[in-house]
């Protein structure tokens, strides 16, 4: 139920041309994004369709169907639209911060390919030359860097990362952790997220408040330890019902547990 409803949140729009429709990705996951992943920084694919169809508001990249994201970042590439490459100029004036992993396209793609198109890339690509919010990384490490200094992750891990995926359903926020390993996890971690922390077990319906959270502004420190293979679902509630609201639609299947802390 979780995994369907809801809101996928991801502070970045990461640029996937060839990207189809509904399609998954196939492991191994590519550097680029696992790198965003260890980072903190959950991620959407946008191909060119989809970004043709953006506007940048209060320097956050929007979706025509609403979805926010605080950062475009762009892999290594070769080639782009030209209609594209002027878009995003648009947007880097705006203020977006736009990361381009190691080069930017230095000609136009596509079947009708041209000599014009490729000199409106190559103005595109220079006028946005100096601007703060526009950098060049050479490599992951530097792309992480620069994502750090223009906007906050989804999560801030303290130590080690794990997968994780944040949902926002109403005015509750879901994040499911996921431990990939053979050995059990210990799990420090900030969440930006309004009200007070439960662990939810998706297969029997139980929740436990989180002991221990401790409060920094917009963001919650927590701590939890993952078994091998296990996986967590936290969710924060602004209003202190979201079990409640689950239970009214799902009876019997909600029951809530005595406060626990870290194993």
Not at 3 to 9: F, I
Not at 101 to 128: H, Q, T, Y
Not at 157 to 166: D, L, M, R, S, T
Not at 246 to 255: D, E, F, L, N, R
Request: aromatic share 6%.
């Amino acid at each position: 139920y979780l995994s369907q409803a809801g809101t996928n949140v991801a502070a970045v729009a990461l640029y996937r041309n060839d990207l189809a429709h509904g399609a998954d990705e196939a492991p191994p996951v590519p550097k680029l994004n696992q790198a965003l992943m260890t980072a903190g920084y959950n991620y959407d694919h946008v191909n060119v369709d989809s970004l043709l169809r953006c506007t940048v508001r209060d320097k956050m990249l929007v979706t025509q169907g609403g979805a926010e994201y605080r950062a475009l970042v762009l892999p290594a590439l070769d080639m782009m639209d030209a209609a594209l490459a002027k878009k995003i100029e648009s947007w880097a004036s705006a203020g977006l911060p736009i990361v381009f992993a190691e080069k930017i396209p230095a000609r136009a793609d596509g079947l009708e390919e041209n000599a014009e198109n490729s000199k409106r890339v190559l103005a595109a690509m220079g006028a946005m030359r100096g601007l703060p919010n526009v950098v060049v990384a050479a490599d992951r490490v530097e792309m992480v860097a620069t994502l750090e200094r223009v906007a906050e992750p989804d999560v801030r891990f303290h130590g080690e990362a794990v997968p994780f995926i944040q949902k926002r359903m109403g005015k509750m926020n879901a994040y499911f952790l996921r431990n990939e390993t053979d050995a059990a996890r210990h799990v420090h971690a900030e969440f930006e997220a309004k009200g007070t922390p439960e662990l939810w077990d998706p297969w029997t319906g139980q929740t436990a408040a989180m002991a221990g959270n401790r409060r920094k502004g917009d963001w919650v420190e927590a701590e939890l330890d993952l078994e091998p293979f296990g996986s967590a679902l936290i969710v924060f509630d602004v209003e202190g019902g979201g079990a409640a609201d689950v239970t009214a639609k799902q009876p019997g299947t909600i029951k809530r547990m005595e406060p626990v802390g870290v194993g």
